[in-house]
Nanobody, 125 residues
Framework: QVYLVESGGGLVQTGGSLRLSCAAS????????MGWFRQAPGMERQFVVG????????VAINPVKGRFTVSRDYAKDTVYLQMSSLKPEDTAVYYC??????????????????WGQGTQVTVSS
């Protein structure tokens, strides 16, 4: 059974920082590309950042570039999302996801095979 368990969400003021973690189990972590998505109330789930299986290539949407950093720890089978300079528009449930293949598009949520349950991030103004 594959599990992706997110943690680290919470309430933070504008300009603050949070680090989300996603612990993976039941899969060979080294063979999976990982992604972070977010979903705000009434909105579709949106790709945020992704990191390849080797950890040497990342992709991010423009609104978070320079503010969010994705990384992975192979010793802990965990992927991290370091978020800084947070804005109210970053408020959402954040999900991590795993896939063996992006099929050329890391941003496509349909490319991901496994999903976590999500963690709430709320940025107050």
């Amino acid at each position: 059974q594959v599990y992706l368990v997110e943690s680290g969400g919470g309430l933070v003021q504008t300009g603050g920082s949070l680090r989300l973690s996603c612990a993976a189990s039941g899969l060979n972590f080294r063979t999976y590309h990982m992604g972070w998505f977010r979903q705000a109330p009434g909105m579709e789930r949106q790709f945020v950042v992704g990191i390849n299986r080797h950890g040497n290539s990342t992709v991010a949407i423009n609104p978070v570039k320079g503010r969010f950093t994705v990384s992975r720890d192979y010793a802990k089978d965990t992927v991290y999302l370091q978020m800084s300079s947070l804005k109210p528009e970053d408020t959402a449930v954040y999900y991590c996801a795993a896939t063996l293949s992006w099929s050329g598009d890391a941003t496509n949520l349909r490319a991901y095979e496994y999903w976590g349950q999500g963690t709430q991030v709320t940025v107050s103004s």
